[in-house]
């Protein structure tokens, strides 16, 4: 059994910053790909930033230069360091990663709950 739990989500003033960590347990072999998506109210879900096992980062235009994303492969853990954050940011942000088991050698998508960031003055 696999888990993501996201943390680090929160209330913040525009222009403010925040950092959103995703923790990895359970059956892991290893993990490929790492990445950060987000779904504002009325909205579909998107993909606002990746990272491959070999610390390759893409990012959404929209937030070029105001995000970092990372990791930490000793501890199963991807970071998103969100900067100058704007209301348009707001939106539930959700952890992906694709985890292969140590078992079947056989990989799956998964997803943790998501953690809310609100960004208003």
């Known amino acids: 059994q696999v888990q993501l739990v996201e943390s680090g989500g929160g209330l913040v003033q525009p222009g403010g910053s925040l950092r959103l960590s995703c923790a990895a347990s359970?059956?892991?072999?290893?993990?490929?790909?790492m990445g950060w998506y987000r779904q504002a109210p009325g909205k579909e879900r998107e993909s606002v930033a990746g990272?491959?096992?070999?610390?390759?980062?893409n990012y959404i235009y929209s937030v070029k230069g105001r995000f970092t994303i990372s990791r930490d492969n000793a501890k199963n853990t991807v970071y998103l360091q969100m900067n100058s954050l704007k209301p348009e940011d707001t939106a539930v942000y959700y952890c992906?990663?694709?985890?292969?088991?140590?078992?079947?050698?056989?990989?799956?998508?998964?997803w943790g709950k998501g953690t809310l960031v609100t960004v208003s003055s």
């Open positions: 992906n990663a694709f985890i292969v088991d140590p078992i079947t050698y056989y990989g799956k998508n998964y």
């Open positions: 990272i491959s096992s070999g610390g390759s980062t």
């Open positions: 359970g059956s892991i072999f290893s993990i490929n790909a």
